[in-house]
């Protein structure tokens, strides 16, 4: 800070102070703290901005980096200003930004007051149906269990043990146990994955998933981590994935549609309410 602009903070601070203990005339209230070009930051301006028990020195830093800051953004408005276009219809401009945000906001609360956000599973089932060509895999999916974990962690016996066995306790053991000592594991038996994204985490070297068929799969180890890896399903490139696969991407599908048709009724009842009244005059030759 230069010794100007800290002996104006100064001069700012004492103000505030004063202006805390007694109520502060129209005159103070009008001190200019700063200027650029033709516009002025007032005493006023400032009020409000330092936090209750704020010292001296957090006051005059926060003080500092306001006043900086608005220098800042108005020395960069007076050259947008200086360089406006010629053909530039500010006020045209003003108008339909105002629009915009009016049209937004009221949009905005039409959708939060009268939009059905639930989607029924007969609805999905029926976008399902109908839109699962479009949904063609790129890339296999699987259900499948994985898991990755540390050979430094303790217990691994009871692992194998509830790994082989495939009871939904055992399953559960597995869940509890790698919350505390897996470094990633898969073990929802629901879940679809791109198979991608399970041998990312498995070293090329220990194999590849690709080759493994439903209800096949390997527990191997390197210098650091036991993978454990069994494929339950299996659904190949080009074909449909499962529902569960695009659920929530149909969901949010179904409910904008939702939301354009809930705008375009209400503008439609408008319409029809308005076109043939006093309120709408359309002129053409």
């Known amino acids: 800070m230069t010794q100007k602009s800290g002996l104006l903070l100064l001069l700012v601070l004492l103000a505030l102070g004063s202006c805390q203990k007694n109520s502060t005339p129209q005159t103070e209230a009008k001190k200019v703290v700063a200027s650029v070009y033709n516009k002025s930051l007032y005493l006023s301006d400032l009020e409000g901005i330092l936090p209750q028990g704020s010292n001296k020195q957090d006051s005059s830093l926060i003080l500092n980096a306001y ?104 399953l559960l053991n597995l869940i509890e146990y790698n919350d505390k000592n897996g470094e990633v594991y898969m073990l929802n038996k629901e879940n679809w994955y791109e198979i991608e994204k399970i041998q990312h985490h498995v070293p090329d070297s220990l194999g590849n998933l690709n080759v493994l068929s439903p209800q096949k799969g390997f527990i191997k180890k390197d210098a650091f981590y036991k993978y454990y890896i069994r494929i339950l399903e299996v659904i190949q490139i080009d074909q449909p994935p499962p529902m569960s696969y695009i659920e929530e991407k149909a969901k949010k599908i179904i409910v904008q549609k939702r939301k354009i048709n809930l705008i375009d009724a209400k503008k439609q009842k408008l319409y029809k309410e308005n076109i043939n009244s006093s309120n709408v005059k359309i002129y053409l030759k």
Request: zero cysteines.
């Open 67 to 170: 006043v900086d800051n608005w220098v800042r953004n108005s020395l960069l408005m007076h050259e947008a200003e200086k360089n406006l276009s010629q053909n530039l219809d500010l006020d045209k401009l003003v108008k339909d930004y105002r629009s915009t945000l009016i049209l937004h906001n009221y949009e905005r609360d039409l959708i939060e007051n009268d939009l059905d956000t639930l989607v029924s599973k007969e609805e999905l089932a029926r976008f399902y149906d109908e839109n699962k060509e479009n949904y063609k895999l790129k890339e296999p999916l699987v259900r499948a269990l994985f898991m990755k974990i540390p050979l430094e962690s303790t217990g691994l016996n009871f692992v194998d043990t509830w790994w082989a066995s495939g009871t939904e306790e055992d």
